[in-house]
């Protein structure tokens, strides 16, 4: 019982992970239907930046820095890549945020090496116990930060004039731009924020693992916990988060002896059978196809 | 096309694939050319003509499924990993005649392929493309650890041979390539001109029209999923016995993007697409191993890994060039550069 408890305990933790990599995925297709590909390179990217900052820099200089820094990027990836590709085909979206993604870890792995690198630790070691459950203080400080972010994020999109825009640029292109709204303007905004929360999320699964190519397969992953929740809905990737966190965990925790690995391979076969049975997702908007 | 006032006046003529005595030129002088590289006694190229062979094959398939049906697909790596560790296990496990053994990979690489194709009925386009990535990474993880098949370890494969033939020579791999690469283009050339192709392009432009036309639209896609995997395992099955064992390592997720990637720099939709984009991927591969070297040398603050990237990096940016600037490929530049050549002095037709 208490090893089931704290499987669900670190499911919970994992779950929160999933979301804030899934959470920059939905904003940027909310915004300019783009499905972000490449959100696992921008996360070792942007992870790899803070980790140099965090080296070379006294930290209260870090953050505003790595915000800065990774939010041009974002900028330049939509500037460059995405803007000329509107209007195309899917197959062109894809393919290009795919391409993004390795030459993203390429460039990782040509200028920082392919050793995977660790951050200093800045964060409180050790760990507390909730009743018979053990959480490490990293984990805690993680959920705080996600928690906060979350609230950050919902007070932007729902009470802040931008945050409105990119809400109804999400309800379509050309009935924002009839409004009055810079259609451009919202989607530079949604790569910046995503770029920022990918490095975010870059951080702490780099500080729970290391920062290594292999950092990006968990955004390969998360892209589960997307479809699961909707690709529309921002609460569906934190609830399908939490699912998917708790079924890695479980299927970790149970069949984790008899097929090594099988937890990592978990949310791709939830992906599939997502795919078959339900593929708008819990809180996605089915869209009626018309002749 | 047809040049301004040249008319068919028969059906063996309008039907003609190559229809005029300097195409004839230039396939006999190209089929020289891929059939005399042996005499120049150069590994090196033979490497090279392999390599593009294989990815030929390879690409056909992937060029049924997507540009003519258009279904998105992301898990031809990981069909061509199926096929590669069927022919190595059915020439090792069950001696199983060479050639046998690759046409068996491929027909069980279809069955797999057309398994994980089966929710392209409900979904297609942007949710296809997941289904394949999730397949991709199922597919991997049961080789991967399926001990008895060769697992992680990969399974050793010996010399290939056909009949009393033993390919042992990097001459006879190629020519053996070679041969198979152009059944594979006989049969996707002529693919689109039957009624079958015909199917798969009513499938691709509109799916509900072509239903309303009488196309069992759920069932031409299963067949471009078997189609398209066959190509897959065998091109994979021949991989395996280059490199001598078939291993999990040479199909990641990176070489179906590039696979894809290849498709869209050569032409997606046309035969010529799949030859041209294996032929500038490998250019550009040589290319990034010869210059990798040198742009480190200049470039002090890059690590010792970054030469290995240099290939990837450049082929990543040639791709998002293709698809920014000419998303049809090299193909459509190339008949541009034969419409303005044919119209030389004048501008229009």
């Known amino acids: ?291 | 096309m047809r040049p301004c006032g040249v008319y068919n006046t028969s059906y063996s003529q309008d039907r003609a694939v190559i229809r005029t005595n300097l195409q004839w030129g230039w396939l006999i002088a190209f089929f020289g050319f891929i059939f005399a590289l042996p005499l120049l006694k150069n590994e090196y190229f033979l490497t090279l003509g392999i390599l593009i062979g294989i990815n030929v094959i390879s690409l056909h398939g992937l060029n049924i499924l997507t540009g003519y049906t258009g279904q998105l697909s992301l898990g031809h790596a990981a069909f061509m990993t199926v096929g590669a560790f069927t022919a190595s296990n059915l020439v090792v496990e069950f001696n199983f005649p060479f050639l046998l053994a690759l046409f068996c990979s491929g027909l069980v690489t279809s069955v797999v392929g057309v398994l994980f194709g089966a929710p392209s009925i409900r979904i297609k386009g942007f949710y296809l493309v997941m289904a394949t990535l999730a397949g991709h990474y199922v597919i991997l993880f049961i080789i991967h650890r399926w001990e008895a098949i060769g697992g992680f370890i990969g399974k050793l494969t010996p010399t290939a041979s056909i009949g009393p033939l033993v390919v042992d020579t990097s001459v006879k791999f190629y020519l053996l390539t070679t041969i198979i690469a152009i059944v594979g283009t006989y049969v996707a050339l002529n693919v689109p001109r039957s009624n079958l192709g015909r199917a798969f392009i009513a499938v691709r432009d509109h799916d509900i029209a072509a239903m309303i036309l009488g196309i069992n639209v759920a069932y031409y896609k299963f067949l471009a999923f078997g189609i398209s995997s066959f190509y897959a395992g065998v091109a994979g099955g021949l991989l395996a016995f280059y490199f001598g064992i078939a291993h999990t390592q040479f199909f990641s997720l990176t070489q179906a993007v590039w696979l894809l990637g290849m498709l869209i720099v050569g032409g997606l939709g046309s035969t010529l697409g799949p030859i041209f984009g294996a032929i500038f991927f490998q250019l550009i591969n040589e290319l990034s191993t010869r210059a990798g070297p040198i742009i480190v040398k200049f470039l002090p603050g890059l690590g010792e890994t970054a030469a290995s990237q240099i290939a990837n990096i450049l082929w990543a940016i040639f791709i998002l060039f293709f698809i920014i600037k000419e998303p049809r490929g090299i193909n459509h530049m190339w008949q541009v550069l034969k419409k303005l050549y044919r119209l030389h002095p004048f501008s229009h037709e």
């Not at chain 1, 209007?87 to 870890?105: D, E, H, R």
């Open chain 1, 1 to 291: 019982m208490t090893n089931a408890l704290q499987t669900f305990a670190n499911g919970i933790t994992l779950g929160f992970i999933y979301s804030l990599v899934a959470i920059p995925i939905v904003l940027v297709y909310k915004a300019s239907k783009v499905f972000n590909f490449a959100h696992g390179g921008i996360m070792l990217l942007g992870g790899l930046i803070l980790y140099t900052f965090l080296y070379h820099l006294p930290l209260w200089l870090v953050v505003p820095l790595t915000i800065i820094a990774v939010g041009i990027m974002g900028y330049i990836i939509q500037r460059i890549v995405l803007t000329p590709l509107i209007g195309q085909p899917i197959l062109s979206l894809i393919l290009a945020t795919m391409a993004l993604l390795v030459l993203f870890n390429s460039l990782s792995v040509a200028i920082w090496g392919a050793v995977p690198c660790s951050y200093p630790s800045i964060l409180p070691m050790g760990s507390i116990m909730v009743g018979p459950v053990k959480i490490s203080k990293p984990d805690i400080i993680e959920i705080l930060v996600i928690v906060a972010i979350l609230g950050l994020l919902g007070t932007f999109l729902n009470y802040t004039k931008y945050g409105l825009a990119m809400m109804v640029t999400s309800e379509g292109h050309l009935l924002a731009q009839s409004l009055g709204i810079r259609v451009k303007i919202i989607f530079a905004l949604a790569w910046i924020i995503a770029a920022i929360l990918a490095t975010v999320g870059g951080f702490f699964v780099g500080y729970k693992l290391a920062l290594s190519e292999y950092l990006p397969e968990v955004a390969l992953r998360s892209f589960a916990v997307v479809l699961l929740g909707g690709l529309e809905s921002v609460k569906g990737a934190i609830i399908a988060g939490l699912i998917m966190g708790n079924i890695e965990a479980f299927v970790n925790f149970y069949l984790g002896d008899y097929i090594p690995g099988i937890g990592v391979i978990a949310p791709y076969i939830g992906l599939l059978l997502i795919m078959c049975l339900k593929p708008y997702g819990l809180f996605g908007w089915v869209r009626i196809e018309r002749v």
